[in-house]
C-alpha cells in the first residue's frame, strides 16, 4: 500500500537558519506533490504545490523539490523566523487518469524555531 | 470572503449514538473533501465530491459513514452507531476543481464516549 513517511521527530533549529523537511513516498507514483502547514486546533493551509516534471519551485522563503527517482521531496525555509513553527504536511496526490485530488498525507513534521 | 466553515466545532456524543457533521465550503468550489484526523498523525481521507455526486468513497473505513452533498454546495458527513475508535478531529476541504489547493475548514472535534 501507499506510504508516506516524514521525520517524526521534532525538527529545533535557530532563528535565521534553513530548515529542512523531508518526505519519502512509497508504492506510489504521484502526478504531483502538496506542501501544507498546521498550526495547533486549525485546518491544514496550502503553501506550494510541484509537479512531477518540476525539480525544484521556490515561493518567498520556501523552497520544494521533488525527485520522482529517489521518490522524495525536500521542503525548505530559508531565514528562518520563531513565526515558521508549526507542523508542515507533505501530500502527494494524483493518480495518473483517474485524478481525484485525493491527498495521501504524511504524519508531519512539527518545526520549532528557536529566537 | 469566507473560507469553509465546519459546524458543530466540537461534538461529543455516546457510542452507539448518530452524528451529523456539517461542511460549508468555499463558494463555487466544486470539489469537496473529508478528512479525519487523530492526534499526531496527518489527515485522512475519506471521501470526494465532484458537484453533487461521490467522485471517491475509497476512504470510508465502513458502511457506518455515510456523506451526501445534494445541491453540490453544502455537505454532511453522517455516522451511524458511533464507536469510541471514530473520535478524532473531521477535517472538510474544498477546490475550484480536483488536482490543485485545496483550503480547509477548521474541522469538527468529535469525541465518543
Known amino acids: 500500500s501507499q506510504k508516506i513517511e516524514q521525520n517524526s521527530e521534532a525538527l529545533n533549529i535557530q532563528e535565521g537558519k534553513t530548515a529542512t523537511l523531508t518526505c519519502n513516498y512509497t508504492?506510489?507514483?504521484?502526478?504531483?506533490l502538496q506542501w501544507y502547514r498546521q498550526d495547533p486546533g486549525r485546518g491544514p493551509v496550502f503553501l506550494l504545490l510541484?509537479?512531477?516534471?518540476?525539480k525544484e519551485k521556490r515561493k518567498e522563503r520556501l523552497k520544494v523539490t521533488f525527485d520522482t527517482t529517489l521518490k522524495q521531496s525536500l521542503f525548505h525555509i530559508t531565514a528562518s523566523q520563531p513565526a515558521d513553527s508549526a507542523t508542515y504536511l507533505c501530500a502527494p496526490g494524483g493518480h495518473g487518469s483517474s485524478n481525484t485530488g485525493k491527498l495521501i498525507f504524511g504524519q508531519g513534521t512539527t518545526l520549532q524555531v528557536k529566537p | 470572503g469566507a473560507g469553509v466553515s465546519q459546524t458543530p466545532s466540537n461534538k461529543v456524543t455516546e457510542k452507539g449514538k448518530y452524528v451529523e457533521l456539517r461542511c460549508d465550503p468555499i463558494s463555487g468550489h466544486t470539489a469537496l473533501y473529508w478528512y479525519r484526523q487523530s492526534l499526531g498523525q496527518g489527515p485522512e481521507f475519506l471521501i470526494y465530491?465532484?458537484?453533487?455526486?461521490?467522485?471517491?468513497d475509497s476512504g470510508l473505513p465502513n458502511d457506518r459513514f455515510f456523506a451526501v452533498r445534494p445541491e453540490g454546495s453544502v455537505s454532511t458527513l453522517k455516522i451511524q452507531r458511533t464507536e469510541r475508535g471514530d473520535s478524532a478531529v473531521y477535517l472538510c476541504a474544498s477546490s475550484l476543481s480536483s488536482g490543485i489547493e485545496q483550503f480547509f475548514g477548521p474541522g469538527t472535534r468529535l469525541t465518543v464516549l
Open positions: 465530491f465532484q458537484g453533487t455526486g461521490a467522485a471517491d
Open positions: 510541484i509537479r512531477e516534471n518540476e
Open positions: 508504492n506510489y507514483s504521484p502526478a504531483y
